[in-house]
């Protein structure tokens, strides 16, 4: 675990979605690698971790067809994946460790708190309602509602606009490199889960903390309160 100090007390914290708060991405590799092999392609693990997670869908399909030289349309693809993915989700999808928790501890301490996800709105807001974890946000952005997606800090702007909230006073929870990318070309101080793929070490370095699961964030945050207290 790496940790080191953020820059003042937060008040709000930005969740990402797939692969921090629900165990999704696995689902998505599995999606993209059905595609190509209905065409005699084959998407390896690592091709996904390195050019499709963290991404918008919009872009991963682009990046998907040209890559994979497919002879569908987009809508062709987009239809097959959104198809495919229901069909995963509805043999079931974990929510990651501690993410409950997490939110009700946050809701407690009267923070606001947010969504920022790469996933489209339905797409989000049926899972988040299917865990019992929706009412929890304070409020969403998602990809299709910004102009660029990560590693771009569009959705995260936008996302502390939504509460007016400066963003000193914000804080990311992301799992992928993307999306520590996003956060800090935003200004706003990130926290790394990671699910499939550990950050390199430069992203690391980018970070607050890097933190081996989201049950650990609860002790992360207290601790930040108690040094933030010591210096007065």
Not at 57 to 71: D, G, I, K
Not at 96 to 108: F, V
Not at 160 to 189: F, K, T
Request: net charge negative; glycine share 6%.
């Amino acid at each position: 675990m790496i940790v080191s100090g953020v820059n003042m007390m937060k008040n709000t914290v930005i969740f990402d979605l797939d692969g921090l708060l629900i165990d999704s991405e696995v689902i998505s590799y599995r999606v993209y690698r059905d595609l190509t092999e209905m065409y005699g392609e084959h998407m390896s693990i690592e091709t996904y971790i390195h050019d499709y997670s963290g991404k918008t869908s919009v872009r991963n399909m682009q990046t998907l067809l040209a890559q994979y030289r497919l002879p569908i349309s987009m809508e062709e693809g987009t239809a097959f994946t959104e198809q495919k993915e229901k069909e995963y989700f509805e043999q079931g999808v974990e929510l990651k460790r501690g993410a409950a928790e997490l939110l009700s501890y946050l809701k407690r301490k009267q923070y606001k708190i947010l969504l920022a996800s790469s996933s489209d709105r339905e797409r989000a807001i049926g899972v988040l309602s299917r865990k019992g974890i929706g009412a929890f946000f304070d409020d969403m952005v998602f990809g299709t509602e910004v102009k660029r997606g990560k590693p771009y800090p569009d959705i995260f702007l936008k996302a502390c606009e939504c509460v007016n909230e400066p963003l000193e006073n914000c804080l990311v929870l992301e799992d992928s490199e993307a999306g520590i990318q996003a956060a800090l070309a935003a200004g706003i101080d990130v926290v790394c889960i990671p699910d499939m793929k550990e950050p390199g070490g430069k992203f690391r370095e980018m970070t607050a903390a890097v933190l081996p699961s989201l049950e650990n964030v609860i002790s992360w945050l207290e601790q930040q309160h108690i040094a933030k207290r010591s210096e007065k």
